[in-house]
């Protein structure tokens, strides 16, 4: 029995591709760099403290160490010393003393509080207390932030600005990272140039070596633009020469002759081991994944915004596991349907549209009305993906729908 | 009359900070880079296309060109050639005749119709018509995605991966930037020591001058960080030697001595001019901005998570405006609370939170129980701050709070 809605068994699902990908790549191998190198790098072991932070009791604010027992209404404490942040008090305090402190000023031997400037008088040597303290106020207890040995940034996560302080703090000069991952593009046809460079008739701009590269950098990867096959299977066969060392291999087009598929027989050629070639989904259904030798292989469509909506759903993810993150989708948000849209074939689509914030606050995620995947211009515009599954219902303006948002990955 | 609950005259709103800071900052000046390495780049002029896209009117389907006259339910038609893509077919097509095309071909003269491959039927010479042809459809049209003198990146635009693909197809293989703002960093304090250099008694380890370089690079700036300054007036004048070619220095610390700020006294000593020095917020409130010189200064708190926030606020602004972007405040976007807040007092507060989404698909801002801004590893955990404007209403769990996300900014 056969069922006409359902894509032939050749057609994979979007999440099966994914799965498959991902499944077949490890991490990079790990590498040591400056800590003036590491933002936006995925650590490869845990950072953990070399050292306790605060390293001592610590005065929160400007004011005077002393003992709570003394520091009554009215009372009148001796000055015995100052101690600025980074120069200790030596002494002890004791009864009816007190030290003058500053934020970050170590809390001194004997004293188990502090009265801040603010609620204390000082007359020469004598400070008066306007103000009761309160035994342990204003002290910021050794070790509250972290103690040593704790892990301050967990391995497998994109380095923020906020870790490299914490790993600074915890007193690393370098951290270990994986290595960013090396990504061969091959763009292939007859057709296209280089910008820049002499145009053959009826052909084209390069774009897609350029916007994926991009996309590579984007995600911390060190992209290698592989000059352009002719479309001969010659051509494409020879690229497999040049890939050695890299993590893995990424071509556009190759389908643009139709009968048959000159990356696929190209590379097939060379001992190119196939894991799939059809999605069930649009734009962009001819995806190929496979393995060359130890090069894992994703063949994008020749269509520049069909190889960019494949990127984002299924390169993205790839750059981020060989990164050494999480294998995982990209990121997808709930938005609501500031336009109308039609049941769905038995393809998954992706709706390229604008994002604007309603008055309440909500994202609300607008189709554009010509989905054409020749449009760059508007792929370039668009904010969002909203991904609608294959038979999805006809939805109205209002609806909740999923989306995978373009606008803050740099892509 | 004097309102005990306003803040006095010399603490300024968040907002009235923010504009000070970007009304005294223009964009860097402008050079060229080369097309790869564009990326991220902020554009200092708009990409106009050098070429229409389509050049020419192409198939969209692989099939065959004819003329829709001919091509009604059960023709016979003459196969005359074929046009691969980048090969364009010299003849015209006449009455009864067909040309082979693939996506992406030229429509040869004389075709207005493309019958698709899947309804006809090749036998030899001929081409049997399976559905009858519709004039002009499966055919893109000349400059359907834009035509030569179109604007497709504007001026003042960070420049996205798919921006790069479209700069590609339009034909530039360079792009005129704004400079990446250079930005001088100094901290200052006894007490500190650079990572893995020995850490004086009682002091800690700098973190902020490498939390804050990042985040420079995070915004795409040029971070130099300068030597340590010691808590002196002296030693922070001298800085003002090294800050030549400078976009912008940021400080941090230098109030640690409570009685004398050294940094505004430091560089009030060698021409410093005070735009404003503090700030109704929380925390961070001794905030300064000023000009030494040609070189703005904007001096952050010492303290690593006021630090962090002021430059979220402030600084990140400010890297956005002197890259070339629009003037603005970082974005703001709605969350649900996860938790009650208090009312606030007189100054503006910043809830480092955790962010969730409910079951609903809306955001959730939960702000940590403890809000100590000492605590790094706590900021770090972070993905928002929930924004309490002055005496904010206390507000229970569910109610929508603006919020700064972190998550997705490499902060």
Redesign the interface.
Known sequence: MTDAASPPPSMISVEDARARILAALTPTSTEIVA??E???RVTAAPVTAR?T????DLS?M?GYALRAADATLGAALTVIGAA?????FGGTIGPGQSVRL?????VPAGADAIVI?EDATRDGEIVRINEAAVAGRHI?RAG???AAG?T??AAGRR????????????????ITVHRRPRIGILAT????A???EP?????????????????V??AGGDPT?LPIAQ?TTEAVAAVADAIAGLDMLVTTGG????DHDLVMSGLQSRGLVLNFWQIAMRPGKPLLFGRLGAVPVLGLP???VSA?VCAVLFLGPALARLSGLPAAAPPI??AILGGAVRQNDRRADHLRATIS?AE???VVATPFTVQ?S???????Q?DALILRPPHAPALQSGA?VPVIR?D????
Chains 1, 2 share one sequence.
Do not use: C, K, Y
């Open positions: 800590l003036s590491a933002w936006s050292l932070q605060p390293p001592a929160a400007d600025p942040a980074g120069h200790p500053f934020t970050g000023s170590v400037q910021r509250q932030d972290f704790d301050v940034v380095i923020s600005a906020r870790d490299i302080g914490l790993a600074a703090a915890a007193n690393h000069p370098w046809g007859d057709e296209i280089m910008p820049g145009i053959p008739a009826g052909g084209i701009v390069s774009s897609n070596s350029h916007a994926l590269a991009a996309m950098r984007a633009i479309d389908a643009s002759v139709g020749g269509n520049p960019m948000t709930t914030i309440d606050g909500r054409d020749a449009m760059l211009r508007r792929l370039a668009a909740e373009l803050s990955l740099g892509l």
